[in-house]
């Protein structure tokens, strides 16, 4: 058995410990907003939070987040303390600038970009560009942008 923390609730997880945590996320906790996209963490469809950095789950075996703080998509508004039912300030830029267009990739975006603005609140365009490595087959990189600077214009 291993002891995982996601999104603040303790789960013991029996699993093989290389088992990637993306499935034990779907799989074994039934947590299915975080994405499969390639399998080599090259396009950031499963993007959490672990320990409050973006990391890609398909390629993080369980036994190495054992002891970290994990936070999905589905935890993401509750990891900062909002009120039930409030989304986090990235989900509600992201419906309001009707960023999606498929949608598939969009979960991973918007942890990728809470993890840049938990670090740095006015990023420049360089480094949301640098930060924001995710693909997205649909192209909605420019609504992506214009969310991101709708929220930077508040900070």
Do not use: F
Not at 44 to 59: N, P, W
Request: proline share 5%; glycine share 10%.
């Amino acid at each position: 058995m291993i002891n995982l923390t996601v999104n603040g609730q303790q789960h013991a997880v029996d699993a093989d410990p290389d088992k990637p945590l993306l499935w034990v996320l779907r799989e074994d906790l039934g947590l299915t907003g975080t994405k499969y996209g390639c399998g080599v963490a090259a396009c950031g469809a499963c993007t959490v939070h672990v320990d409050g950095e973006a990391a890609r789950s398909c390629s993080l075996p369980l036994r190495s987040v054992a002891k970290a703080a994990i936070v999905t998509i589905e935890g993401l508004a509750a990891s900062t303390a909002l009120p039930a039912g409030q989304l986090h300030p990235v989900q509600d830029a992201w419906i309001r600038g009707q960023v999606p267009q498929c949608g598939y990739c969009q979960s991973g975006m918007i942890m990728t970009v809470a993890a840049l603005l938990d670090k740095n609140a006015s990023p420049t365009p360089g480094e949301i560009d640098s930060a924001l490595g995710n693909l997205c087959r649909c192209g909605t990189y420019a609504r992506v942008r214009k969310a991101i600077q709708s929220l930077v214009a508040k900070a």
